[in-house]
């Protein structure tokens, strides 16, 4: 895949509650798939989970923390150049590094309001994992125990962050299958986008892979430590 590695996404940018002594019984084979599929996403639009979304030669591995206005995830490139990138969002404040022993960067994201409505950047939508974007696009479903699968008719162009960056240009237009999985409490668990070949530029068929866990039990991200400020450049570069 096209490693995308601008400022932008640098900018850019849940295990279950606690046990019940009664777990919830199975979704019957009957239900209507398109409603568990719409109920499944309520843990994410709640907006505290962990999440690990993975394609091709990318991985993001990330908590969030609606309530608190908060984020934090790690992008993995596993390609001929490895790299991680770490970045978290509280608030208005933005830091990233780029290697683990660096200190944190710093960046002001209310003199970047522009950049800051363009990446999406402060955490105003409690779902980042894209699930609900992809879920409100089903076409067709059929539903197995805990076990939805179906197709996607996808009329736009897929956005929303970092985790959702691999499907942007590739789906759209695009119907691709999909298999999704609920947990015992009916949460989405999994969802796995069948992603088509591209041609323009060349691009085999993948994978697009969320696991999602922690809902209501991740611990809210804090801010780093070191830090250092970013440069003025970085402002002049991204704030427009």
């Given amino acids: 895949m096209i490693r995308l590695r601008s400022t932008a996404l640098l900018l850019a940018g849940g295990l279950s509650l606690a046990a019940c002594s ?5 979704a019957p084979a009957s239900a209507d798939p398109k409603a568990a599929l719409t109920a499944s996403i309520a843990g994410l639009t709640a907006g505290n989970y962990a999440y690990t979304v993975a394609m091709d030669d990318m991985q993001v591995t990330g908590t969030t923390d609606f309530p608190s206005a908060s984020a934090a995830w790690s992008t993995t490139f596993t390609d001929a150049e490895p790299e991680v990138i770490d970045e978290r969002v509280i608030g208005e404040d933005k830091y990233s590094r ?13 003199r970047m309001p522009e950049a800051v409505a363009r990446q999406g950047l402060t955490i105003t939508k409690p779902d980042r994992t894209g ?14 125990g805990p076990t939805i699968r179906g197709r996607l008719a996808v009329t736009k162009t897929i956005g929303g962050g970092i985790a959702t ?18 947990d015992d409490q009916g949460r989405l668990s999994r969802l796995v986008v069948d992603v088509p070949a591209a041609t323009a530029p060349p691009e085999p068929a993948g994978a697009w ?6 809902y209501g039990t991740t ?3 804090t801010r780093p430590t070191p830090t250092k400020e ?4 970085r402002y002049e570069i991204t704030g427009t």
């Fill in 22 to 26: 009664q777990p919830a019984a199975p």
């Fill in 98 to 110: 780029k290697t683990r022993d660096a200190p944190w960067e710093h960046l002001d994201l209310s």
């Fill in 131 to 144: 699930a609900t974007q992809l879920i409100g696009m089903v076409d067709s479903a059929t539903m197995d």
């Fill in 165 to 182: 960056q691999p499907l942007e240009f590739r789906l759209e237009g695009a119907r691709p299958t999909f298999t999704a999985t609920v």
């Fill in 209 to 214: 892979t969320l696991d999602v866990t922690g």
């Fill in 219 to 221: 611990p809210t991200p």
């Fill in 230 to 233: 970013a440069p003025e450049d």
